[in-house]
Structures are given as C-alpha cells and as structure tokens.
Nanobody, 125 residues
Framework: QVRLVESGGGSVQSGGSLTLSCVVSGYDDNRYCAAWFRQGPGKSRDGVAAIDGDERTTYVDAVKGRFTISRDNARTVLTLQMNSLEVEDTAMYYC???????????????????WGRGIQVTVSS
C-alpha cells in the first residue's frame, strides 16, 4: 500500500525559505511520478512542481526559479525547496504520486492516485 507523509510546513516572512518533505513508501518500482500541489483558500488544487520517472522536472510559471523539486536516490523522500517566498504562496501543500513514468506539472488532481494529508505554508508580509 502506497503511503505519503508530509512534513516541514510552517510560517515564514516574505522572502524567506521553507523545505517540504514527503516520505513515500509502498512502491515496488521506484520509477513513479511525483508532484507537489497547493490549494489556497477558496481556490482549486493546482500543481506546483512535478518530477517524472526519469527525474525530469517541470514547474508552474509562478514558482520557476524559486522552488526546486527533488527526491533522494532511493526515491523514498520527495522534497520541495521553496525560496524567496511570497504572500501568494500561502496555501495547503500536498504531495502526490502515481504509478506511471511520464508526467508534467500541468497534470490535474485526477491523474494522481496517492496523496498526502497536506501541510500548511503561511507567508506573511
């Protein structure tokens, strides 16, 4: 059974940094797709960054150059490094995975089967 557990959220001032981690367990084949989504108050849940089975990464324009998605060699820990945070980055952040090799940040929530519970990130001015 695939399980995802996020950690690392919190509150930070604008311009600061946070690192989100997601421990992934239950995969026999580690060439899976993984992504970070976020959902602000009253907004839809949208992709922020994705990494495919060949370690290619894609980002939504709003976070390019500020956020970095990565995972460890064993592919059991997914990380989102967030720098130069802005008030607009305030949201619940979710990690998600799917048993397929090809994915992009534009993939919607329906294309991921496994989800973490979410973790709050709050950026103040």
């Amino acid at each position: 059974q695939v399980r995802l557990v996020e950690s690392g959220g919190g509150s930070v001032q604008s311009g600061g940094s946070l690192t989100l981690s997601c421990v992934v367990s239950g995969y026999d084949d580690n060439r899976y797709c993984a992504a970070w989504f976020r959902q602000g108050p009253g907004k839809s849940r949208d992709g922020v960054a994705a990494i495919d089975g060949d370690e290619r990464t894609t980002y939504v324009d709003a976070v390019k150059g500020r956020f970095t998605i990565s995972r460890d060699n064993a592919r059991t820990v997914l990380t989102l490094q967030m720098n130069s945070l802005e008030v607009e980055d305030t949201a619940m952040y979710y990690c998600a995975t799917e048993r397929r090799r090809s994915c992009r940040v534009t993939d919607g929530v329906g294309e991921y089967s496994y989800w973490g519970r979410g973790i709050q990130v709050t950026v103040s001015s």
